[in-house]
């Protein structure tokens, strides 16, 4: 009797997992394409994440997808970190619909006489409309009646013969039982992965009896926390982004179990007003339902005034070599409010900027150098955001015309630069081109390219913000570098008319060079607006 009620449980546990995951790639499928558009669309503000977090995973049943989909939008630059912690955290509560599925409707019908049709409309609408919406809405029900009978299997391996999961021996001890629960909980999730099925087998025991409710209660708390172990295990070797979103999930699930844990009489006790309030039904898989949402809404609340601090917390981990060097060093929110001493530190930034911008291009400028870039060329974008979003704030107060003046005058060199990092991305790709060309003994580059190119070496250490004596010396050879490169230019393309060098060949040299000489001249004017803006030791800046 025991083995047929083991083969009941793992059957109705299989055909449970089966359903979910039916349901959930249906459903992917059938939604997947405006996922997307729904997600930049309805993530603007906190509750609007919140709101899309709790109503998508409900939809879709799998909070994987929504906060991969929500990771995608991060890394992309698309979503802000702060504002996708709002869709991880609705995604927690969006994942209770499956313990109200399972209460209200798994033990309410004949589940047999529900499930079959089902699963027969469902793979009906699937096998005539395959690769079709239709047929994935066709497999999303079918999945819906297979997750059912799974529920009628499980309802068997328990209802029939309670003695057959003997829980006795971990039960009656008090916060012991809690807690050994919580962790059975907890292990179960990790090694089913997937607190759907977990929460289904301790709703059916609590409804068999099998299970006190207290003693339920945790294990849904353990289930709630078991989660957490897929984002981990994504998260590994992943984007710093992917590992922040990890942490935080891991933060929201652990904290709320820690406070449902603490308060789980108290809460207990206010399903049961909740309850006899509304006039809902008392049973116990309905309480543990309820439980479940509750304290996943008391978890977002507690959240709702610490998302800044986490923010904050969260861009210190994981950081990566980029974002060290992309972190700004002299602007901030404090300094941003007075705007004499603003200006000295966006001065400071923006030489900084510069320096970056330079010192990746002499990295790239000559075909057979062969150092690491000082700099990680992602970084540069990161500290230019930095220092637009600087002057946003500084902008907000009111400030001497003057000051507008260097402001303004601060933002054309933030420009210029921004340009040479343009330039140097379009530049880096052609480098191997050139390096080919430098590796055999040529006429075409020994006696015309590389010439050219040691004036640009020479001309680009000279336009460097961050020298000690930038400000003391003229930049001399940007004239030179223009006459040279037009020289060049005639050279290559004479040498792409006559046949002695292939039309791709000579393109790709022109776009190298011309690259090159672009940005020289942008860092050039850059170069000419600093010397015309300076600091002074009161911490302001006269424009000559």
């Known amino acids: 009797m025991a083995g047929l009620q083991l083969g009941y449980l793992l059957g109705g546990i299989g055909l449970f997992l089966l359903g979910m995951s039916l349901m959930t790639d249906g459903l992917k499928l059938a939604v997947g394409p405006a996922l997307g558009k729904w997600l930049k669309r309805w993530t603007a503000t906190r509750l609007r994440g919140l709101f899309f977090g709790i109503g998508a995973t409900a939809l879709v049943q799998s909070s994987t997808a929504i906060t991969v989909a929500a990771i995608g939008f991060v890394n992309a630059g698309l979503l802000p970190l702060s504002q996708s912690l709002w869709v991880f955290f609705g995604s927690n509560v969006g994942t209770t619909f499956t313990g109200w599925l399972v209460a209200v409707l798994g033990f309410k019908i004949k589940l047999d006489a529900a499930a079959l049709p089902l699963i027969g409309l469902g793979m009906l609408c699937k096998l005539t409309g395959p690769e079709t919406r239709r047929g994935a809405l066709g497999g999303s029900v079918a999945g819906f009646g297979i997750l059912f009978l799974g529920i009628g299997f499980l309802q068997q391996a328990f209802v029939a013969d309670s003695r057959s999961l003997d829980l006795s021996q971990l039960s009656g001890y008090g916060f012991w039982s809690v807690l050994a629960f919580t962790l059975a909980g907890i292990v179960l999730t990790v090694v089913m992965q997937a607190s759907a099925a977990v929460l289904a087998v301790v709703l059916t025991l609590a409804e068999a009896g099998v299970l006190p409710l207290n003693e339920a209660a945790a294990a849904v708390i353990g289930a709630n926390i078991g989660t957490t172990a897929t984002a981990v295990l994504a998260a590994i070797s992943a984007t710093p982004n992917a590992q922040r979103a990890a942490l935080a999930h891991v933060m929201f699930n652990v904290l709320t179990g820690i406070i449902a844990l603490l308060l789980l009489p108290a809460l207990l006790e206010l399903i049961a007003n909740i309850q006899q309030a509304i006039n809902l039904d ?263």
């Open 282 to 544: 008392h049973s116990p898989a309905v309480s543990l339902a309820l439980f479940h949402t509750i304290f996943n809404l008391l978890g977002v609340i507690l959240m709702w005034p610490l998302t800044d601090r986490l923010g904050k917390f969260l861009a210190q981990r994981f950081t990566t070599q980029e974002e060290e060097q992309g972190r700004p060093r002299y602007i901030d929110r404090n300094v941003a409010a007075v705007p004499s001493l603003a200006v000295d530190a966006l001065y400071r930034e923006v030489i900084r900027l510069g320096g970056m911008c330079l010192q990746q291009t002499q990295a790239i400028y000559h075909p057979t150098h062969v150092a690491s870039p000082p700099i990680k060329l992602d970084a540069v974008p990161m500290l230019s955001q930095s220092i637009v979003d600087f002057v946003n704030t500084v902008n907000q107060h009111v400030m001497p015309q003057d000051t507008s003046r260097h402001l303004a005058a601060l933002l054309r060199i933030h420009r210029y630069y921004e340009v040479c990092y343009e330039l140097v991305r379009e530049a880096t790709p052609l480098r191997p081109h050139v390096a080919k060309l430098a590796a055999t003994p040529n006429a075409l580059y020994h006696d015309h390219l590389l010439p050219w190119l040691e004036q640009v070496g020479a001309v680009l250490q000279q336009l460097d913000p961050t020298q000690a004596d930038f400000l003391e010396r003229p930049i001399a050879g940007i004239e030179a570098i223009e006459e040279g490169y037009q020289t060049l230019k005639a050279y290559l393309l004479e040498q792409g008319a006559s046949g002695g060098l292939s039309v791709e060949k000579m393109d790709e040299l022109i776009r190298y060079c011309s690259d090159l000489r672009r940005l020289l001249k942008q860092a050039h004017k850059a170069a000419h607006t600093l010397n015309s803006v300076h600091p002074h030791q009161d911490n302001e800046l006269e424009l000559a």
